[in-house]
């Protein structure tokens, strides 16, 4: 059995404590693993700041202006994309908190972040706009979810990548559960999943890498319903009837809290050590 230790600690640095996450036996998560263990013998740290998503951490005033903030500075340093009609919804302020006008404004960084990051020499204060762009965005997503509770999203920098098998995607699972740490989405756009439950205007871009990113799950339990409107979904974009287990649908589930754990000793415990480490620890016990 392996233990994966994620610390945590005060705001001043001078208290720590850890979450300790019992790794599942597949494939996947035993390869994630190899992957941080790697990535960080040769540097790479966890982002320990603004990891936190959920309804009542952040006001919904304060995310809406950064919104607008980072919409402005796309205006004035991307002129020819932000004069496109396809961005008419997103112009007028105060932006709207509603799913199709963050779906539009998550399009628009589709469009500039990746052309910006394969430049040869890219502008880093555009990067870091447009990376505040998305994480907002996906806040304010989480503030208006009428699921309980919050979730971590943390990076590895300079994370080591992998590809997903297609034997590998039978790991991922439409549902989600409070406790869980799950293999983090790390490409630009979304997936079946979003697409299907957003009715999100582009193509979806399935989970085929892995890296070191994850996400500690303390929203409540979601049993995901819609089999059958799914498959029928998939149907209809492939124009051929598709093996759901075949594609990598959900998330994939690394490892599970171990401890007497509750939603109120879980908030406790962020209070105290709301800043996440830098380097994740596993154990192997016998």
Known sequence: MIKVLVPFQSSDGKQRSQLVYRLHDHSLAMRWMTLVKTSQKFGSTYEGQEVFFGSNIFPLNELLSTIEECLDYIKVHYPSEWEKSRWDSIRSKPFPAEQNC????????????????????????????????????????AYLSKMKGFFIEANLTFTLMGTISSEENQFFSVDRKWGELYLSYCHVGESYLQIFAQNYPSAPVPQTQLSGNIVLAFQEDAI??????????????????VNMKEIPLGSAPLATLEGEWSEDSIEDFFRTYPVMGSHIIFEEQR
Do not use: G, M
């Not at 052309?115 to 204060?125: I, L, R, S, V, W």
């Not at 994480?135 to 997503?141: G, L, M, P, S």
């Not at 089999?227 to 051929?240: A, F």
């Open 102 to 141: 963050l779906n539009i404004a998550h399009v628009l960084f589709e469009q500039i972040f990746p052309f910006e990051k394969a430049k040869e020499d890219p502008d880093h204060a555009s990067l870091v706009v447009l990376s505040r762009l998305n994480r907002t965005i996906h806040r304010v997503e």
């Open 224 to 241: 995901f319903c819609q089999h059958q409107e799914l498959q029928t979904w998939l149907n209809q974009y492939y124009k051929k009837t």
